[in-house]
């Protein structure tokens, strides 16, 4: 599949693929490459700081 003039780089377009690694976006005229799965590591990274964050702030015993 395309995504027509989406490159970040040279606003080429996109060709979605994947391999053993997961999937992601390759640019057919410039060879920008990206993990189309980052962007959800990269969320479940925040989502566990903000929780560890609560869980540490909840369990402080007042002075």
Do not use: W
């Not at 997961?22 to 566990?48: A, H």
């Amino acid at each position: 599949m395309f995504k027509l003039n989406q490159c970040p780089r040279c606003q080429g377009s996109l060709q979605l693929d994947s391999d053993y690694d997961g999937s992601y976006e390759l640019c057919i005229q410039c060879g920008f490459m990206r993990d189309k799965d980052s962007s959800l590591i990269n969320t479940l990274y925040v989502n566990s700081n903000k929780t560890k964050s609560i869980l540490v702030k909840h369990s402080q015993k007042p002075a």
